[in-house]
């Protein structure tokens, strides 16, 4: 059965189509790849939809700042673009999930079986009525579902069945009245005293995607996946809270009874979430990027005040560097919001131009966990926000990209070596952070593997994030780092306002390089296979080592077998560099493609060896062991006597500690 | 050996204060061997404690480049890729280096006779009556300390509620700063709690040696009244000293935090005097509460009645090898 479109659904499908088409290939003047006037695209109050706006979004919600719950009225409107008739819609209700007996708590307790629930993570999301506009009330329709364990009783997805399908190109409005009671901040969403970050906190309808509905329930390992479409979201709350939210905000009433009315417009965006706290204090910069002006907003706790500037300086640096590296981004506002101290587990999260940071009042300017995580909730703008991939499936899509481009912006901000610390001259670099993350999971779970069903929770970090930034800091070391932020941008122009996979990703990369990369891909994203070269052996003999006396001319014409041998200990094969140096400054550069167990290189010279290393750009950070790549003759002491040393004064002081007891 | 003379403890007694750091400072340097011997052992135990841990680092730094990124440096990624490597046993090199630790302390609580003697005598003793000193209170100061370990669990107690208090304050009081202020004036109190309690049984320690007191009961009754009753003067004497040691260490540690990654071997070297410093700063304090002792002793003494004669102990005499 061919599709059956309304007009009105087909004139947009093809406004969507033509715009999406304008906005990724035009040119810009200026050879950018920036699409021509581009200036007019704004995602928020413009004419020109960015996305496939599937979903209306309108919502009127009361907040009760006493209670910390929440009464509203969500309007939905659905448009069936999947070319099929849609009887069932399931739906999200993330905030069950705070409950002791939802998946997403067991699953918590099954990860650390100290962690005890106490009542204040109590949240809840109850649907009090839900209708049909043309069909009545169907709330005892509803049913709630599990998908991914069959646990009857995680109440994070309900879905309701239609009394008459939904034709293709047709839409459906869904009215629904909930009631949301917050619990204490515990993962993301939830009140610390006065402040409330209000996310996932209205039922969201579920994705069709890949001819089917994917509507995970909320798991302890998983994040989000959704819609594009239009928010109106009106917010009514006491006067005194200071409010940020994803969208802008399109209207101020002052109500009687105190409290105030908040409207707020986003377009071509996939959630929407809001924040408030009487407590903030509102910073406000301006970025000018390819498509014009984007207000950045601060919402600062006051006692981190002296930080705005910290704050204000990475966003712009990083939005000048994404703009410049992969694209623009084209939402008028972003809002960086501040939690409050005990609230950090609603920060170093992204909502679509809104993200949350982290910080402490006393943090150091040489400990960079501001700028690290105010620059990965913005990459995430790019990585989930626009190109907007299946967190629950594809989890490595966004925090493994993003966790790349992190390393990135921060190396060329801070240098390389210095981009995570550079305190009292300790320091540290990004992608070293994201490397030795890998290290703690180096072959639990491939790349690919469903967020909820990773080994547990710290194989889910360490994978999603750190090996997968390492995977690609990898990847440069085999189509270039040029061209992997090419192919990135290419990624990015291809799919935003989209929902790619993992197999548009990697596609893409092989079509910008040209090189058919299945082999690294099979290994690193698809496999768990161990990568680990090592010097086995190199030394230096004489050739004519039966003679037993020399005079000095033999001496100095003495020849040497030189012999160094490499050794494949992973199973993963990847092709190296191998330098050898010799005590009269020669170098010997090798490649080997690291195919067999091991390989010798030999050499007849009338020098000995001096060292040899694979790898010795150091740039292959999949390399589970760095220590093993080279051999240095004679050895260097240096690195253990200073440890050595510090150690020794650690034990003197602990001594000195217990013999104060004397 | 001196008995303990009956005192009028009822009336606190002015001792002459000034000059008992200097004279203090005087015998510890005039007794110096002691502090370098302090130092020897306790470098060389250190020395002994860290040996695994060194063998395990060098197995793996000594002929890989990758080191050069802690010798030059410090990277931090590097040294945590270190410590994960299985050759590293961080567990048995943390045990070893407890080990020695504890090794020192017995020898530091074996020392301390030895040390108060030759403090109280004013004169370098022989090598004999040193150890004789060292053997008479050995068992004393492990039933002493025992007494001191007692006094410091309910201390412990309060540390740990009060870490307790503090995390919960940092996490939901409304005052972000308010958990860090009452770690801090929490922490300030403990310490000083412990430096008074440390101070009461050091003076117990002087006092047994003084007396010869086999009963530490006595011993500590008797220094709670000194100590109580002069609390002022002697906690401030105790402070001082410390306050110095501390003062030397920030310093060091801001001029560390300053120094090349790769000139280490200097950073070494200032490490070391820090640790010197500490022992001196400790020996210094022992030193000046003798000297204050002896003080209070002849302030005693002139306070006594004519009827009721005191003998003062005498600094050169109170434990001799023969004596005891």
């Not at chain 1, 581009?38 to 919600?61: K, P």
């Amino acid at each position: 059965m061919a599709p059956h479109f309304g007009r009105l659904t087909r004139l947009a499908i093809v406004g969507v189509a033509c715009a999406m088409q304008a906005f990724a290939q035009t040119p810009a003047p200026d050879g950018s790849g920036l699409p021509a006037g581009a200036n007019v695209l704004r995602a928020t109050l413009s004419q020109t939809a960015l996305s496939e706006r599937v979903v209306e979004y309108e919502i009127d919600a009361r907040y009760n700042a006493d209670k910390k719950s929440l009464d509203a009225t969500e309007t939905l409107t659905y448009h069936n673009l999947t070319g099929q008739p849609l009887d069932t819609f399931p739906f999200h209700l993330y905030l069950n999930a705070f409950q002791p007996t939802s998946t997403f708590m067991r699953e918590v307790r099954l990860d650390k079986p100290s962690f005890e629930w106490q009542e204040k993570y109590h949240a809840s999301a109850t649907v009090k009525s839900l209708e049909v506009v043309g069909m009545g009330d169907l709330t005892s329709q509803m049913r709630f579902v599990a998908p991914d364990d069959g646990n009857p009783e995680d109440r994070t997805v309900f879905e309701v069945k239609l009394p008459r399908a939904i034709a293709p190109g047709e839409s459906v409005k869904f009215r629904i009245v909930f009631h949301d009671q917050f619990g204490e901040v515990y993962a993301r969403t939830g009140y610390k005293r006065d402040f409330i970050m209000g996310a996932q906190w209205f039922p969201k309808i579920g994705v069709w995607w890949q001819g089917k509905w994917n509507c995970h329930q909320f798991h302890a390992t998983t994040e989000f996946f959704a819609d594009f479409g239009t928010f109106d979201v009106k917010l009514t709350l006491p006067q005194n809270e200071i409010v940020g939210a994803s969208g802008v905000e399109t209207g101020n009433v002052k109500n009687s009874d105190g409290t105030k009315t908040l409207t707020f417009h986003g377009e071509d965006i996939h959630d929407f979430a809001w924040t408030a706290e009487p407590q903030y204090r509102v910073y406000e910069g301006d970025f000018v990027g390819s498509l014009g002006h984007t207000k950045i907003r601060l919402l600062m706790q006051p006692g981190h005040a002296r930080q705005a500037e910290r704050h204000m300086r990475v966003m712009k640096e990083t939005m000048a560097r994404f703009d410049r590296w992969y694209g623009p981004y084209p939402y008028p506002q972003i809002t960086v919001v501040d939690p409050p101290h005990g609230g950090s587990e609603a920060g170093g999260m992204e909502y679509p131009m809104l993200i949350t940071g982290d910080t402490t009042w006393w943090l150091p300017d040489g400990i960079r966990l501001v700028e690290l995580v105010v620059e990965h909730e913005f990459g995430h703008q790019y990585w989930y926000g626009m190109v907007a991939t299946n967190e629950f499936e594809d989890a490595w899509l966004d925090e493994g990209i993003n966790s790349y481009t992190e390393c990135k912006v921060l190396d060329d901000i801070f240098g390389k070596d210095k981009s995570a610390l550079d305190l009292w001259g300790i320091t540290g670099g990004d992608d070293g952070l994201q490397r030795d993350t890998y290290l703690s999971a180096t072959d639990r779970d491939p790349l690919t593997r469903p967020a909820y069903e990773y080994l547990n929770y710290a194989s889910y970090g360490d994978v999603t994030y750190g090996k997968s930034a390492t995977v690609l800091l990898t990847l440069e070391k085999v189509i270039g780092e040029e061209t992997l932020q090419r192919a990135l941008r290419a990624y990015f122009l291809k799919y935003r306002f989209k929902h790619p996979t993992s197999e548009d990703f990697l596609k893409t990369v092989e079509e910008v390089s040209g090189q058919d990369l299945r082999w690294f891909y099979d290994q690193a994203v698809y496999g768990t296979q161990l990568l680990d070269y090592e010097i086995l052996r190199a030394n230096s003999d004489v050739t004519d080592w039966d003679r037993s006396s020399k005079s000095e001319l033999d001496a100095r014409r003495e020849l040497f077998q030189t012999s160094v041998v490499v050794h494949r200990k992973g199973d993963f094969v990847f092709p190296v560099d191998v330098q050898v140096q010799f005590e009269n400054g020669e170098t010997a550069t090798e490649h080997w493609d690291g195919k067999d167990r091991w390989h010798r290189f030999s050499y007849l010279k009338n020098t000995r060896i001096l060292s040899a290393q694979v790898d010795p750009a150091y740039a292959i950070p999949l390399d589970k062991d760095f220590y093993n790549n080279s051999v240095l003759k004679p050895g260097d002491h240096a690195a253990r006597n200073k440890l050595t040393h510090y150690w020794i004064v650690f034990v003197q002081f602990l001594s000195q500690l217990l013999a104060w007891l004397t | 050996m001196q008995k303990e003379t009956e005192t009028n403890w009822e009336q606190p007694m002015k001792v002459e204060s000034n000059g008992v750091l200097s004279e203090g400072a005087r015998r510890v340097w005039r007794y110096q061997r002691i502090l370098w011997w302090m130092f020897a052992v306790n470098a060389l135990l250190a020395l002994f404690g860290v040996r695994p841990g060194a063998e395990q680092f060098g197995s793996v730094l000594n002929y890989s480049q990758h080191a050069e990124r802690l010798s030059n440096s410090f990277d931090v990624f590097a040294f945590l890729e270190l410590i994960a490597k299985p050759e590293i046993q961080l567990g048995s090199v943390n045990g070893g280096a407890v080990c020695f630790a504890v090794v020192f302390f017995f020898f530091s609580l074996f020392l301390t006779g030895g040390i108060l003697e030759g403090y109280r005598a004013g004169r370098k003793l022989r090598t004999a009556e040193f150890f004789h000193a060292c053997g008479v209170f050995f068992w004393r100061w492990v039933r002493l300390t025992l007494s001191l370990v007692v006094c410091l669990i309910p201390i412990m107690f309060l540390a740990s509620m009060l870490f307790g208090w503090s995390a919960d304050l940092s996490e939901n009081a409304a005052p972000e700063t308010l958990g860090f202020w009452v770690l801090l004036v929490g922490a300030l109190l403990i310490v000083g709690l412990s430096m008074a309690i440390r101070l009461w049984f050091d003076m117990a320690q002087v006092h047994t040696v003084a007396y010869n007191e086999q009963a530490i009961r006595s011993s500590l009754r008797h220094a709670l009244r000194t100590t109580r009753q002069n609390f002022a003067s002697l906690f401030w004497m105790y402070f001082r000293i410390s306050f110095v040691s501390w003062l030397i260490l920030a310093i060091a540690l801001c001029v560390w935090s300053r120094m090349p990654g790769r000139m280490f071997g200097w950073s070494a070297l200032m490490l070391e005097v820090v640790v010197l410093a500490w022992f001196a700063a400790r020996l210094w304090q022992r030193a000046s509460e003798t000297v204050w002792c002896e003080r209070w002793e002849v302030a005693q003494a002139t306070q006594l009645s004519p009827a009721r004669p005191t003998a003062v102990p005498s600094p050169s005499a109170s434990v001799s090898p023969t004596a005891g």
